[in-house]
């Protein structure tokens, strides 16, 4: 009985503290009624002062490289030399993992996509950039300037870092003939049955909405992060169709990596760095960009609004903008640099061209992740949109 | 143990030493309270604490842009995973997970275990305990990941079951299910093999002697002697089977369980994956009240 007691009043206190000890959030924005992003006022740094020494970094994979992985791709040390900041790299696997991560308080700057970038910015994680103090942004294309994803109100929240597709890739040896479409990963009967892979992530349903806004134009579907319900339930049910020929999903990109080697996939969406370096692991692998185009990502230095290490996130992001470092990066990831000068530092010449840096024509066919909200994205005023909040629920029921 | 009381730190004068001594010795309930309360501080704090922020983060919400949590009562969480089908069915998955894991490891552990407490030279049972456990030692991650190889497409199993047309299960549930009962095994083999080798050896003579063949033996004298023990080992690994998150990551392929639903879910949405997480308390909770009508608590 006073056991029970005990209890009861341990756990009365436990609440008690834990609903005074975590009442720090109030500062926070969100999307107002009129769609628009109300961040907390905050102010960008006005000068760059002594650098701290370190800069804790949450990154794409391949975008913060030390050698380690290739002895060839290392554009860590140098900076390390230059600047006397010690770099402390976290891969994260998708844009929702780089929210979280963001949120624990341990990192200065992170490469977000457009898909995490806006949910930052109106949650107070990232901080404004005051451009002036990064000398290679005035380097950076205009068209990603001041963008949607990067920018509220004429205020810059970040570096533009480089922008590129999810491509379809394929075991040469396997899959035959070779792929065009989205087409081979949505077919009902696929021969491919259990060897499809596909991105472990809600934003994925965007996917299956592209190519249904190619298929079947009566959905009227003009843009795959703009849904309404009567399309977005159309884009689930092609996903759980699609689940049946499924052979695991992924979002490690080492496991992907791994799969191909193995067998285990022979089919499935990828970022061009994956099927780099299957093929460096001599795994016979092809990535394509399909007929309908793609899901893609514009990605965006942000600056945790908090960080412990401000100097040196700066001089990290002007460092991974610079020409020669912009061009490395983007060449090995596989994606266009954000610099133009860094078309001039590419070990191919005809890098850019292949990539169609600052080609906006041919980026149309690329649909940059961005969050879906209530506020249809496109345009339509006369109906609402499923927002990102029911995509993860509805993920959740596609895999289960 | 009472003179000492825990909180005497400088040399007492032999007098205030008596003097505590006395007053413990006349109230039993303090020397009780006083040798108890750490480990129930540890236990209240740290064990039951935790669960009820769990519970508690559960009424939460989170702003559905920016994944924030949001500070206000609501009972949304419980009434989503109740009402949505597809919790269901993971949770179902689950427990059949966990279910066919401890029966799968009570039909292997039951001969290993009876070998090693009654068959073999008394020399050699500690020998065989220590290898039982020896798996123990590896890391967890190393064996999952074994396992991985060995499930894969065209990988040693497959390659192994050719010749007789068959291929391995692949990535999916079963292979969940057979990776989960190699990790757990040694927690099955080791309370069976308690119990059986606490078995009077006389009781058996006295079956032989009134003629019990052996199959009678077991199923009259020994079953219902080891059940307690068995009870105790499906503790085991029915709870760690429940609670995994990791093995179906590894070697699940596309199968969710309630452990990678919680997991995927803990980063943005904590308040649904508190929710999701008493769903395995709740059925530890009614498991352990089945398992002790076989009378195991005393096993244990």
């Not at chain 1, 005990?6 to 109030?26: E, H, N, V």
């Not at chain 1, 844009?95 to 990192?107: A, E, F, H, P, R």
């Not at chain 1, 960080?307 to 470092?325: D, E, G, L, T």
């Amino acid at each position: 009985m006073r056991l029970t007691h005990t209890i009861a009043a341990t756990a009365a206190l436990a609440a008690l503290a834990l609903t005074t000890a975590c009442g720090g959030s109030s500062g926070s924005g969100s999307v107002g009624s009129d769609g628009k992003l109300h961040p907390p006022k905050m102010t960008a740094l006005k000068a760059l002062g002594q650098r701290e020494g370190a800069v804790d970094l949450i990154a794409w994979a391949g975008y913060v490289e030390d050698g380690s992985d290739d002895p060839k791709v290392d554009w860590v040390h140098p900076f390390e030399k230059q600047t006397g900041c010690k770099v402390n790299v976290k891969v994260a696997a998708t844009s929702d993992d780089m929210v979280s991560l963001m949120k624990s308080g341990q990192y200065d700057a992170v490469s977000a996509s457009g898909d995490a970038s806006l949910r930052l910015i109106a949650s107070g994680d990232a901080a404004p950039v005051n451009t002036g103090l990064v000398p290679n942004y005035k380097d950076v294309f205009d068209g990603l300037k001041l963008q949607p994803w990067n920018s509220v109100d004429g205020v810059a929240y970040g570096i533009p870092h480089g922008y590129g597709a999810n491509l379809l890739m394929y075991r040469t040896d396997k899959v035959s003939p070779a792929p065009t479409s989205w087409g081979a990963v949505f077919q009902k009967d696929s021969p491919y049955k259990g060897r499809i892979t596909a991105y472990d992530s809600p934003i994925y349903l965007a996917d299956a909405a592209l190519y249904l806004m190619k298929t079947q134009p009566a959905l009227g579907i003009k843009n795959p992060y703009a849904l309404d319900q009567k399309q977005f339930d159309a884009s689930v049910d092609l996903l759980k169709q699609q689940n049946a020929n499924i052979g695991e999903y992924w979002s490690d990109y080492l496991k992907e990596v791994s799969a191909f080697k193995s067998g285990d996939s022979v089919l499935g969406t990828t970022w061009q760095v994956i099927a780099n370096t299957a093929q460096s692991e001599k795994t016979p692998v092809k990535a394509v960009l399909p007929t309908e185009g793609a899901t893609g990502w514009s990605d965006t230095w942000m600056l945790y609004s908090k960080a412990r290490h401000p100097n040196c996130a700066y001089a990290w992001m002007n460092w991974i903008v610079s020409p020669q470092v912009n061009a490395q990066v983007a060449e090995y990831f596989g994606e266009a640099p954000a610099n133009k000068l860094a078309c001039d530092h590419t070990s191919s010449k005809t890098f850019c061209a292949d990539y169609h840096a600052g080609d906006s024509a041919y980026y149309k066919r690329v649909w940059f992740w961005t969050t879906p909200i209530a506020q249809c994205v496109d345009g339509r005023k006369d109906t609402t949109c499923v927002p990102y909040a029911k995509w993860v629920q509805a993920w959740t029921t596609v895999k289960g | 143990m009472a003179a000492g009381g825990g909180e005497l730190t400088a040399p007492p004068r032999p007098g205030v030493r008596r003097a505590v001594a006395g007053a413990l010795h006349r109230r039993p309930r303090l020397r009780l309270s006083l040798l108890l309360s750490a480990p129930l501080v540890w236990l209240v704090v740290a064990y039951l604490g935790s669960l009820a922020a769990l519970f508690l983060s559960a009424f939460w919400t989170t702003d559905p842009f920016t994944s924030d949590l949001v500070r206000t009562w609501t009972t949304a969480n419980f009434s989503d995973v109740l009402t949505t089908p597809v919790y269901w069915h993971v949770a179902l998955r689950t427990v059949g997970t966990a279910l066919g894991v401890t029966l799968i490891d009570v039909v292997v552990a039951f001969p290993i275990a009876f070998y090693t407490a009654r068959v073999a030279h008394p020399r050699y049972r500690h020998l065989l305990m220590v290898a039982v456990l020896t798996p123990l030692w590896a890391s967890y991650l190393a064996k999952a990941y074994a396992w991985r190889i060995l499930l894969s497409a065209d990988g040693p199993l497959d390659w192994a079951l050719k010749p007789f047309g068959l291929s391995g299960p692949g990535y999916g549930l079963p292979a969940v299910v057979v990776l989960l009962a190699y990790l757990w095994l040694p927690y099955m083999i080791l309370p069976i093999h308690v119990g059986l080798a606490q078995l009077p050896d006389g009781l058996l003579e006295a079956s032989a002697d009134l003629g019990a063949r052996s199959w009678r033996t077991f199923r009259s004298v020994v079953l219902p002697l080891v059940l307690p023990s068995v009870a105790a080992g499906s503790v085991f690994t029915f709870s760690l089977s429940l609670g995994d998150y990791i093995a179906v990551q590894i070697v699940g392929g596309k199968t969710e369980l309630i452990g990678n639903v919680v997991y995927a879910n803990i980063t943005l949405n904590l308040p649904l994956a508190a929710a999701l997480g008493t769903v395995p308390v709740a059925v530890i909770v009614l498991y352990l009240l089945a398992v002790r009508r076989t009378g195991t608590p005393g096993t244990l």
